[in-house]
């Protein structure tokens, strides 16, 4: 995965939780997908178009993990969000 700016889907519903975990219901297949607090970091910096790269830097900034093990992270969720079509290349 690259730095590339990617779009989450207009057809994906997003709902975040007090304690920071969320949903995503896909309105296409009718499916829907529980996410971690660290998925739905990665799911809000997507809406606001943020890249791979600045989402992990934000994590790095709140959490106490080092840049590359977040940037594994980020990429891991990105390529999930993909597979399952939530998100789309700009």
Request: net charge negative; hydrophobic share 40%; no cysteine.
């Amino acid at each position: 995965m690259t730095s590339t700016n990617l779009m989450t889907g207009k057809h994906v519903v997003a709902t975040d939780f007090d304690g920071g975990e969320g949903i995503l219901v896909d309105l296409n297949t009718k499916k829907y997908y529980q996410l971690n607090e660290t998925a739905m970091v990665v799911w809000k910096g997507l809406e606001q178009g943020k890249t791979t790269r600045e989402i992990a830097a934000d994590i790095t900034s709140n959490y106490e993990v080092a840049l590359d093990r977040a940037t594994i992270s980020v990429e891991r969720i990105v390529d999930n969000f993909q597979n399952y079509k939530l998100v789309n290349a700009k």
